[in-house]
């Protein structure tokens, strides 16, 4: 039996080395196309072609490992390589280790440079100054549903969506202290709260609730409290990693399928994938049947219409914009016959963004 292991082990020894001569033959392709890019001055990031890499090896993955451990592992190869080629700028809406944040490292690695701002406003000021390449924003959660202040930045600012991420949320019980019933306060944003409410009902019903500006900030909040064995925060796990505190209790929201969709915004629009989506926003004259005939160009094209959401447009009362994500790109021919019959139809057209859908 340890012959048969020795044996095997070393059969894995050989396979690691070739992987590895293998990955460095990789990053020096890599250097050589960031500096083939920078000459022409193009973008680092290539969501398309990032998209398109891992959904080819998905489709020719043989197993036995999943696709998941495929597009885990590759992902993480794509981000050193591009750490190579240049650190990426990329703001979030911060602290450190809020849910924002782990979903841009979910994106753009370790390799990124990450500035944190106070608001989803700031985000989009940071790159519309060109202090960051790119921002991530929350634009709408599973539970909670769509984050209005996100689609109002997008009437004013011209930046444009170039890829989304979907995270699932997951919230721990972490503080300074062992005991869970010593606590007597519990810290946290307004949503986990929410998203957290029957378990703290059973476990924590005398605890009083605080509402922070994001649940990173909650764990913050506990280091900098004298009787901080009595505080709790709800935040992610990885809050309690970073801040050395103890994790009292894990999945402690009360639907598993607790999702948050994650944009990405920059300048420019990626290429096609093969694979993408698309989001408009527009307005409509008041008019019986306006927004049915706005929708029409879509079904006539074969355009499959994912979401639609409304928001006032604090012109003039009861005065609408309309937001709408669909399937394909806008330099597809039936996208662009369909928006095109929309825009005759509507007072303003905007097309925030053409990029690949989330694998």
Same mark, same amino acid.
């Given at each position: ?61 043989? +197993? ?25 700028? $990329?703001?979030?809406? +911060? ?34 100054? +060109? ?34 991420? &979907? ?9 300074? +202290? ?7 306060? $519990? ?54 990693? &970073? ?40 307005? $409509? ?28 447009? *604090? ?20 996208? *662009? ?5 929309? *825009? ?16």
């Amino acid at each position: 039996m340890e012959e048969k292991l020795k044996e095997l082990r070393k059969k894995i020894d050989n396979i690691d080395n070739k992987i590895l001569k293998y990955l460095n033959k990789r990053a020096l392709i890599a250097k050589q196309i960031a500096k083939i890019k920078l000459q022409g001055k193009k973008n680092i990031f290539s969501p398309e072609r990032e998209h398109i890499i891992i959904s080819n090896l998905i489709k020719n993955n043989k +197993g036995p490992l999943t696709n998941k451990d495929i597009k885990n592992i590759f992902t993480e190869i794509l981000h050193s390589c591009r750490g190579l080629q240049r650190k990426i700028k $990329v703001a979030y809406l +911060g602290p450190e280790i809020t849910f924002t944040h782990l979903a841009a490292m979910k994106l753009f690695g370790s390799s990124a440079e990450y500035i944190p701002a106070k608001s989803i406003a700031d985000v989009f000021e940071e790159v519309e100054k +060109g202090y960051a390449e790119y921002g991530v924003v929350p634009i709408e959660n599973s539970q909670e549903g769509v984050i209005t202040y996100t689609l109002d930045m997008f009437v004013e600012s011209n930046l444009k969506i170039c890829a989304e991420i &979907y995270t699932t949320v997951t919230h721990a019980l972490i503080s300074k +202290g062992n005991d869970i019933s010593k606590i007597k306060y $519990v810290y946290s944003h307004p949503q986990a709260l929410a998203q957290c409410r029957n378990w703290l009902e059973k476990h924590l019903p005398h605890a009083k609730k605080i509402e922070t500006s994001s649940t990173a900030e909650a764990a913050m909040r506990i280091l900098h409290q004298k009787h901080n064995k009595s505080i709790a925060a709800i935040a992610a796990v990885e809050a309690a990693k &970073y801040y050395n505190l103890n994790i009292l209790a894990e999945k402690i929201e009360d639907t598993r399928d607790n999702i948050t969709r994650f944009l990405v915004i920059g300048h420019d629009f990626p290429q096609p994938s093969g694979n993408d989506k698309t989001s408009i926003m527009f307005s $409509v004259r008041d008019r019986v049947g306006a927004l049915h005939d706005s929708l029409v160009p879509f079904k006539k094209h074969h355009i499959n219409l994912t979401k639609i959401e409304s928001r006032p447009s *604090k012109r003039k009362p009861w005065e609408y914009i309309f937001f709408a994500d669909f399937t394909g790109h806008v330099s597809k021919q039936n996208v *662009k016959r369909a928006l095109a019959e929309l *825009k005759e139809q509507c007072l303003t057209l905007k097309i925030l963004g053409s990029y690949p859908k989330a694998l």
